[in-house]
């Protein structure tokens, strides 16, 4: 099978199209020929191995597992003599969890791994980026952020994949939702459900006369110390990025009991895998209500992951980039 190999940390370049053994599912496994996965920040993050301390579990050296990427939508080709949950041809969306290796034609995951049906009506390129960021805008929104109807929410990075799923979450859990983003992307943030835009270029959240009960800081470019001023009494700072800052307030504030504003820095990919099924399965059940829906910046073929690292690396994405694994031909005839 076609897959995308780093053997080795660095930019872009170091990924290169390699022929790999097809996988054989174990007997509680379903093998999955992949359609399409998406380009993201962390899959760049284990790239380069930047920030360093993901060498402490994805290799010191060079990287354990050499297939990168975690999200994917596919066809069940094949299942092990004990899986019971789903049968060849069924179509499902997921993510792979720590074992990564999305990046590939086909691969086996455990049945009861971050599995589920793919939503009806929508594209394999579709699945594989709304998992991604609902896996990880779901739980800061509704298990950190407890969002709810009243509630004010500010999303910093409104245009990102995560973001942008955020907006949308804490609009549907009922919450005043503000989102920041840039004038290019202003129209886009709107048309999501956002109540306001802020443009960060031209304005500073953090100075403006907004109060906000759940800061969500998609994209960590702010901290809490300059949204503290902004958030309300109990308020809480969320974070996709572990800050210095962050951590250590996260951990004053358990020490001096969890009174007053808050921070929260959450490792949303190493949550559970059956956790993560529960909120695929929700999820899909939205996307279904169009209830839901992904913004798709670039597509790319799997041969050319590089030019899409190269792209996730600039920070300027808007929603995802998607990876088609199975070209149409019209793609296929657009890229060679
Ligand atoms: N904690 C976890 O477990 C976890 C899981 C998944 C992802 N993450 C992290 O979550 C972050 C977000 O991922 P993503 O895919 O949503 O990111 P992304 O799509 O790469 O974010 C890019 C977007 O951010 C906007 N942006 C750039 N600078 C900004 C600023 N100063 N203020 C506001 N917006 C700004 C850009 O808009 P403009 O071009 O208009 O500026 C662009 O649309 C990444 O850092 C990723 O590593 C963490």
Known sequence: MRAILAERYGGPEVLRLAELPKPVPADNQVLIRIHATVATPPDCAYRKADPFIVRFFAGFIRPKNQVLGDSLSGVIEAVGKDVTRFKPGDEVFGATCEVLGAYAEY???????????????????????????????????????????????????????????????????????????????????????????????????????????????????????????????????????????????????????????????APTGLRKPHEKAKDLRLLADWAEAGAIRLIIDRRYPLADMAKAHAYVDTGRKRGSVVIEVVESLEQAQAAH
């Open 107 to 265: 691969i086996t995951l455990c049945e009861n791994g971050a599995l589920a049906k793919k939503p009806e009506g929508i594209s394999h390129g579709e699945a594989a980026g709304l998992a991604e960021g609902f896996l990880t805008a779901m739980p800061f929104m509704r298990d950190h952020g407890r969002v709810e109807p009243g509630k004010t929410v500010l999303i910093n990075g409104a245009s990102g994949n995560v973001g942008s799923l955020a907006v949308q979450i804490a609009k549907r859990l009922g919450a005043e939702v503000t989102g920041v983003c840039s004038g290019r992307n202003t129209d886009m943030v709107l048309g999501l459900g956002a109540d306001r835009v802020i443009d960060y270029t031209k304005q500073d959240f953090t100075l403006g006369a907004g109060r906000y009960d759940v800061i969500f800081d998609a994209v960590g470019k702010s901290s809490f110390g300059h949204c503290r001023p902004v958030l309300n009494r109990q308020g809480v700072y969320l974070t996709t990025v572990p800050t210095l800052s962050a951590v250590t307030r996260m951990l004053m504030g358990r020490i001096l009991g969890g009174k007053g504003k808050r921070a929260i820095f």
